[in-house]
């Protein structure tokens, strides 16, 4: 290694050079009798440094420099190339936009930067008068801003800006935002130690730590200290982790004596006798195992959560409800086992997302409608319709139907074109198939649609939706409230036709579902949601789930990569290939190691947000591939290495390695429990109180009959819809159509 680290100093050739020619000392096997402990270590650390010098090695120093010239050449024209695509295509689209006096999202923050600042990057005149307007300006969240919004603030408050954030937060990479820019501020500026330190200079800043949590139990705290300065100090290179980012327990105590509960770390095991010894410290599982795995710590987790049911008390000394049992997760495909695991256990759920009213079948149908009258030639769209429930409630064709329409006409045509000449039989021949009748009403009702479309803003034509007998079901819906509270609102602040409002509204729903500010339930039951949803929120009880599985590399394959501090990359064609077939390069390998620090220093920090959502009480999960004596041991032999740090894929991994450097048993926070895999069976049922069912359901026959009463004095619909309208919901803001200045309220 120290041959290789000197040689790469004198130039790529004598490194390759000297990669080629390493070879291994060969050490003596020793007898059965005289291995130990440390004898393995050896050996399995030189194993796994051979492995990395070798992945090393191919990755960097398996090209010619003549190849690495053309290489470099050609990645600079593709780049060029991309750049001259994208910048016309942003000109052009620019100038549509204009043309139509359109704006989108992320236009927005770009226009507002050359209002404040001159081609010359000075400040503009109206940059000035925002400036002499604030004697100072706050702004929170610094953490997550990107370059042109710290523009922005920096030309509006300038030396009189208060920027309040926490990097170790900064979870909202997908969204450009770059934790690089508030790093930089916090490197700039001094500490501020106190007032008497302070020298009053108004130009220069200064760096307030605010480390007091008033959330966390002081064991939540101690375990999140424990993990975070392990992690961060090793690879945190942006963060610049000190002892002064340690959170400071500063929560009042409940009362006096209080007892922390310690941190729950279930593990859930192979069988020791299943578990070989592996080189693989990164706890990856085959596919048969994982499912299996998986579905043993739904078990362990749903049987947690029941025992707290049962017997758990919070601080305040009331029992624990289901609605103070929070569930985390690194994505929505995790925890489908314990969904099932709960249902066994009588322990209602709801998912904690927006997706209840974006991904419901009376919003996809809706889309599904505007699109097909945008565009009717959009096979998926036009298909989804025929099939959906739009047409008074039931599908307009089968599947079977629409493929008998698609075989009588040619391959080129489009579905729409298959069903207009499979409806044109209907006006020749008096026999035709009442298919084929449908067929030609269905194209007449779409024509019509397609013609107002033309003449009628979005929120009208909604309106003029609405009124049609045949879609009257399913513009009562939520999703059709929501919509059309969405289409006056563009209307009133935008281009307003068809396409522009499609456009505009599935962006909408897109950022709208990737936003940290889910729909939270008020019934009594566990909530589930994404870690990143979780973020500025706090509940009694968390359960972290799922630490076992491995990060998920969006990246992995992708041909076009992008690092803003480097450069762009690209794979390149093969020679002699037919186009198909592509090859990895140095510049390729750097781009792509550049990102995988960043994107394992944002997993660090996503983790750092999930340790301290809990108020008293935090449960950890992870299945692992083997016993978890040969993962901890595997963990702990490197667990102060940087490298070994990033090289590890899963949480689980990053925290074991953290608390093996906690010596002290007597002051732990945590305990760690061990399930061993296919040991593990659900608890009993959860069995509700029967005095509290008898009310429930009392209560549930009184209200039946009121509503039975109401409705036989009702006078139109309106009135019957107003019935189901929160008592503290104004109806002009539920009812969209008695207002259109109406704002969408979201109620069960």
Not at 25 to 49: F, G, M, P, Q
Not at 383 to 410: H, W
Not at 554 to 569: P, Y
Not at 673 to 694: H, M
């Amino acid at each position: 290694c120290r041959t290789l680290i000197i040689k790469t100093n004198s130039g790529y050739a004598q490194a390759k050079d000297a990669f080629i020619n390493c070879k291994t000392v060969k050490i003596t096997a020793l007898k059965s009798n005289d291995k130990s402990n440390l004898s393995e270590y050896i050996k399995n650390t030189r194993s796994k440094l051979n492995k990395l010098i070798n992945e090393a090695g191919k990755a960097f120093l398996n090209f010619d420099e003549e190849e690495i010239k053309n290489d470099f050449k050609k990645s600079s024209e593709y780049c060029m190339l991309l750049y001259s695509l994208l910048d016309r295509f942003d000109r052009l689209y620019a100038e549509e936009k204009r043309a139509k006096g359109v704006c989108e999202f992320s236009d927005m923050p770009r226009y507002m930067l050359k209002i404040l600042q001159n081609e010359d990057g000075t400040p503009s005149d109206a940059a000035d008068n925002l400036y002499n307007s604030f004697d100072e300006v706050y702004i929170d969240e610094y953490q997550d801003v990107n370059e042109i919004q710290d523009r922005i603030f920096e030309l509006i408050g300038r030396n009189h800006r208060f920027m309040v954030g926490d990097i170790k937060q900064s979870i909202y990479g997908f969204r450009d935002a770059e934790p690089d820019i508030f790093a930089g501020y916090r490197k700039k500026f001094p500490t501020y130690l106190s007032q008497e330190t302070y020298t009053g200079d108004e130009h220069g800043g200064r760096s307030v730590f605010m480390s007091d949590n008033f959330r966390c139990d002081e064991n939540i705290i101690k375990f999140t200290n424990l993990v975070c300065s392990h992690m961060f100090t090793l690879c945190g290179g942006n963060i610049g982790y000190t002892k002064a980012d340690d959170l400071v327990f500063s929560k009042a105590l409940p009362y006096e004596n209080y007892i922390s509960p310690k941190v729950n770390i279930n593990i859930i095991q192979k069988k020791p006798s299943e578990s070989a010894i592996s080189d693989n410290e990164n706890n990856e599982e085959d596919p048969q195992s994982e499912e299996d795995a998986v579905s043993d710590e739904a078990i362990v987790t749903a049987n947690e959560i029941a025992n707290l049911l049962r017997s758990g008390i919070k601080a305040d000394n009331k029992p624990i409800k289901a609605s103070d049992i929070t569930v985390l997760v690194r994505d929505k495909s995790s925890p489908k086992p314990l969904f099932e695991a709960l249902k066994k256990l009588r322990i209602d759920y709801v998912i904690a997302e927006n997706s209840e009213l974006f991904d419901g079948e009376d919003m996809k149908t809706l889309v599904s409608l505007l699109e097909s009258t945008d565009n009717p030639h959009n096979d998926t769209s036009l298909c989804a319709l025929l099939t959906s429930n739009a047409f008074k409630g039931m599908p307009y064709m089968s599947l079977e139907e629409i493929i008998t329409v698609r075989q009588k006409a040619d391959k080129s045509d489009s579905l729409f074109d298959a069903v207009v000449k499979y409806g044109k039989a209907s006006e020749t021949d008096p026999l035709s198939t009442i298919l084929s009748f449908r067929c030609a009403s269905f194209v007449n009702t779409l024509e019509k649609l397609r013609s107002d479309s033309r003449k009628l803003a979005a929120d009208l034509f909604l309106k003029l939706i609405a009124s049609m007998p045949e879609f009257s079901k399913l513009c009562e819906s939520r999703a059709f409230i929501y919509m059309y509270d969405c289409a006056c609102k563009y209307v009133r602040n935008s281009w307003n036709g068809l396409f522009g409002f499609l456009k505009y509204f599935k962006r909408l729903i897109m950022s709208t579902q990737n936003s940290a500010e889910p729909e939270i339930s008020t019934r009594n039951a566990v909530t589930v949601m994404t870690i990143h949803k979780s973020k500025g929120l706090e509940f009694n009880t968390c359960f972290l789930y799922g630490f076992g599985k491995r990060f998920n590399s969006q990246r992995k394959n992708s041909g076009i990569i992008f690092d803003r501090s480097l450069t762009f990359a690209a794979k390149l064609p093969k020679k002699d290939n037919d186009g198909t077939a592509y090859k990895t390069t140095a510049l390729y390998e750097a781009v792509k190691q550049k990102l995988d620090l960043r994107n394992a220093e944002e997993e660090m920090r996503i983790l750092y947000v999930a340790l301290t959502r809990a108020r008293e009480r935090l449960y950890i999960s992870a299945s692992l591939s083997k016993s978890y004596v040969n993962f901890k041991d595997g963990i702990e032999t490197d667990a102060n290495s940087p490298f070994a740090l990033l090289n590890h894929s899963d949480y689980i991994s990053w925290i074991i390695s953290a608390i093996s450097n906690f010596q002290c048993d007597n002051d732990r926070p945590y305990n760690i429990n061990v399930f061993t895999k296919g040991e593990n069976r659900l608890c009993d049922p959860l069995i509700y109180d029967s005095a509290e069912k008898l009310i429930k359901r009392s209560d549930e026959n009184a209200l039946k009959y009121l509503r039975l009463l109401k409705e036989a004095n009702i006078a139109n619909k309106r009135e019957k819809f107003l019935l189901d309208v929160p008592s503290k919901a104004a109806a002009s803001k539920a009812s969209p159509d008695m207002l259109d200045n109406s704002v969408f309220i979201p109620f069960e």
